[in-house]
C-alpha cells in the first residue's frame, strides 16, 4: 500500500506565448497556465499503481493561486489529495530554491513511500529538480523511466537512455522520474472534473513551511534574457484544385533545388 | 582566480568540455581538471593529460560504477570540494543530467542543463539553454563558490593534443549506492538515422490507418526522403518505431527539406524540426499551427494530396 506523491508544476501554456515581432521579446501577459503535459503520465503512472497496489496519492505543486487549476485537472484524474504551496514568484525560481520548497513541504506532509515526476517540464525541461530532490531528501532515484512496478516494498523501473536500457531497483521510499512515453494518461470525465471542482486543497505559503524567499535555493541563478528565437518561415500556402496546388508547389521547390 | 573541473561519462563529450574547460581556464586564471570515471578509461585519461589539462583524476573502479550516476556525483564533489571555487562542466546527457542536479544539490550551486554556449564574464558564467521546446533563449548569470553547467554534445569542438603534459592522479571513492542494477542491454540501433537525413517525409495524427503508412513511404521514395513522424504514431499508436519520432521528447533533425504530412505542429513537435530548412505543410485544418511555421503550405486532405504529389513527381521526373 504505498502512499504516493506526484509532483506538478503549473506552466504557461506554450502554445499561446506572445512575441514581440521585432525584439523576440517574450510575453507572458494574459497567458493562460496549465498543467505541464508531461506530470498527466506522472499521475498516470501514480493511478496504474494504486489499481494495482492500492495507496494513496498527494499531489503537490509550488506556485501562485492560479496553480490550483492544475492540482485540479490531477484530482479529476484521481489524487485522494493535492498541497498547494503558494509562492506568487514560483515562476521565477531556478531548480535549486524550488527542490529546497519541495523538500521543506513533503517533510512536513511526511509519510510518503514514492515520488514520482515527469523527467522535465514543458517550460525550462531541465531535468535537475529530480536529482536536486533526491539529495535534499536522501532518497534513491532512478530517472528516465519507462515503467513502473512495485513490489515488497521495492520499486523496478527501465530506464531509457541515449544508447542503453537498463532495469534498476530501489527499496522504497524512493523518487522516481517518468519519460513521456511512459503511458496515455487518462481523460477525465465531466463528473470527475466537477467533482474536483468541490475538493479541498491544502495550501501553505514559505512562511508557513519556515521558509522564505531570500534564503531558499542556491541563489547564484540570474536569468538575463528570454528571448524567442524562430526562424522566421515564408508561410505561403498554395491554392487552387488539388492538383493545382500541388503543382504549384512543386514549381516552388524546384525553384529551391529541393526536388527534380 | 577559479578552477574548471569537468566530467562525462562520454568519452566525446570528455574531449569537448576538455577544450571548453581549457579555455574558461585560462581566462579565469585557474587550472582545468578532468574527472574520469572507470578501469577502462586509462587512455582516455592520458590523452586528456596532452589536451591542456592540468590535472586528470582517474578513478579506478569497474566500468560498471559508471552507470551510477551518484557514484559519478561523489566523485566530482570530491575533486570539486577541493578547490576553493570552482566552475564544474557536466555532459549534458540523460545520465549527465542526474549527475549536475545531484552534484548541484551536494556543493549548494546553482546549476543550468542543456547548455549551448558557456562564457565567462568577470566572476559569473554566462550560459546559453533552450525553454519552450526551442522556441524561446534563455541567457542566465550562474555565480557561488561553485557553479555547475550541463554542456550539450557538439556544443564546442574536441580539445587538440598540445603537448602539454598533464598529470594523471589516480583517485578513488567508496560511493554509496541506493540503487541496484538489474539489467544494462543496448538499444538495438537502427538503421535509420533522421538526424542527418536530407529529406524526410512526416506524418502525424491525420493518417487514419497503419496501412496508408504505404501511401506515405511511396511519396517518400518518389521524393528521395525518409520517414519520420509525431508523437502519437510512433508512442500512442505504435505504427512507427521511436526512432522515428520527431520532436522534443524524440529527435531534433536538421533537413533541407521537411515535408509535415497530417501534422497540427503543436509546440512539442516543432522542437525538433526548428533547424530544418525548407519546412512544407500538408493539413486539412487552415488555422493548424503548422502552417505558421511552414515555408510551404496547401490546406487539402492528405489523403488527395499526398498520391497527387506523388504522381507529379514521377510522371514529371520519370521516376
Known amino acids: 500500500m504505498p502512499n504516493m506523491v506526484v509532483l506538478v508544476k503549473h506552466v504557461y501554456d506554450e502554445n499561446q506565448l506572445k512575441v514581440e515581432r521585432e525584439t523576440g521579446k517574450v510575453s507572458y501577459e494574459g497567458v493562460p497556465g496549465k498543467i505541464s503535459d508531461f506530470d498527466r503520465k506522472a499521475m498516470e503512472a501514480a493511478l496504474v499503481l494504486r489499481s494495482v497496489g492500492g495507496g494513496k496519492i ?30 506568487p514568484t514560483a515562476g521565477q525560481l531556478d531548480s535549486s530554491a524550488t527542490a529546497d520548497i519541495l523538500a521543506k513541504a513533503l517533510e512536513k506532509a511526511g509519510g510518503f513511500d514514492l ?53 534498476v531497483e530501489a527499496r522504497l521510499p524512493a523518487l ?7 503511458n496515455s494518461p487518462r481523460i477525465p470525465t465531466l463528473l470527475q472534473i466537477m467533482g474536483a471542482m468541490k475538493k479541498p486543497i491544502a495550501t501553505f505559503t514559505l512562511a508557513d513551511l519556515g521558509l522564505s524567499l531570500g534564503a531558499v535555493g542556491a541563489r547564484g ?9 524562430s526562424k522566421e518561415r515564408r508561410k505561403v500556402v498554395f491554392d487552387g484544385t488539388v492538383p493545382e496546388a500541388v503543382t504549384k508547389l512543386l514549381d516552388a521547390l524546384t525553384r529551391d533545388g529541393l526536388v527534380g | 582566480m577559479a578552477d574548471i573541473v569537468f566530467y562525462s561519462e562520454d568519452d566525446d563529450l570528455l574531449h569537448e568540455l576538455a577544450g571548453l574547460s ?36 582517474l ?22 570540494a577541493a578547490h576553493p571555487s570552482a566552475y564544474v562542466l557536466v555532459g549534458s546527457t540523460k545520465d549527465g543530467k542526474v549527475v549536475a542536479g545531484r552534484l548541484a544539490a551536494m556543493l549548494g550551486a546553482s546549476a543550468a542543463s542543456d547548455c549551448s554556449s558557456v562564457q565567462l564574464s568577470g566572476m559569473d558564467l554566462i550560459v546559453e539553454r533552450p525553454s519552450y521546446g526551442g522556441r524561446v533563449r534563455t541567457r542566465a548569470a550562474l555565480s557561488g563558490k561553485y557553479v555547475v553547467a550541463c554542456v550539450k554534445a557538439r556544443a564546442y569542438p574536441k580539445a587538440i593534443p598540445s603537448g602539454a603534459a598533464g598529470k594523471v592522479i589516480e583517485s578513488s571513492i567508496s560511493p554509496v549506492l541506493t540503487t ?20 524526410i517525409v512526416s506524418v502525424g495524427r491525420g493518417l487514419k490507418k497503419k496501412e496508408d503508412l504505404q501511401m506515405i513511404s511511396g511519396l517518400a521514395d518518389a521524393m528521395g526522403a525518409s520517414v519520420g513522424c509525431s508523437r502519437p ?28 504530412v497530417g501534422i497540427s505542429g503543436q509546440l512539442q513537435h516543432l522542437a525538433g524540426v526548428k533547424e530544418a530548412g525548407t519546412i512544407v505543410a500538408v493539413n486539412t485544418d487552415k488555422g493548424a499551427p503548422i502552417f505558421a511555421n511552414a515555408d510551404y503550405g496547401i490546406v487539402g486532405d492528405l489523403y488527395q494530396v499526398v498520391p497527387e504529389m506523388q504522381r507529379q513527381l514521377v510522371a514529371t521526373r520519370g521516376r
Do not use: N
Open chain 1, 58 to 87: 498527494t499531489s503537490v505543486t509550488v506556485g501562485p493561486e492560479e496553480a490550483a487549476k492544475s492540482l485540479r485537472e490531477v484530482m479529476a484524474m484521481g489524487a485522494d489529495q493535492t498541497i498547494l504551496v503558494k509562492e
Open chain 1, 115 to 167: 515520488l514520482i515526476c515527469a523527467e522535465g517540464s514543458v517550460d525550462s525541461y531541465t531535468s535537475l529538480l529530480a536529482p536536486m530532490l533526491a539529495e535534499k531528501l536522501h532518497l534513491p532515484l532512478i530517472t528516465y523511466a519507462q515503467s513502473l512496478q512495485v513490489k515488497d516494498g521495492t520499486l523496478r523501473a527501465e530506464r531509457i537512455l541515449e544508447k542503453r536500457m537498463e532495469v
Open chain 1, 176 to 182: 522516481v522520474t517518468v519519460t513521456g512515453e511512459i
Open chain 1, 221 to 229: 541563478y540570474k536569468l538575463l534574457e528570454y528571448s524567442a528565437k
Open chain 2, 22 to 57: 581549457s579555455t574558461l581556464a585560462a581566462q579565469a586564471g585557474g587550472g582545468s581538471f578532468g574527472v574520469v570515471m572507470g578501469d577502462d578509461k586509462a587512455g582516455t585519461a592520458s590523452s586528456l593529460a596532452s589536451e591542456g589539462v592540468s590535472e586528470v583524476y
Open chain 2, 59 to 80: 578513478y579506478r573502479a569497474p566500468a560498471t560504477l559508471r552507470d551510477y550516476p551518484e557514484a559519478s556525483a561523489q566523485a566530482v564533489a570530491q575533486v570539486a
Open chain 2, 180 to 199: 541496484s542494477m538489474i539489467e544494462v542491454r543496448e538499444r538495438p540501433v537502427s538503421s535509420m538515422d533522421l538526424t542527418r537525413a536530407e529529406k
Open chain 2, 233 to 260: 504514431l510512433s508512442a500512442d499508436l505504435g505504427w512507427l518505431p521511436e526512432e522515428a519520432h520527431i520532436g522534443l521528447t524524440g529527435l531534433e533533425v536538421k533537413p533541407k527539406l521537411y515535408v509535415a
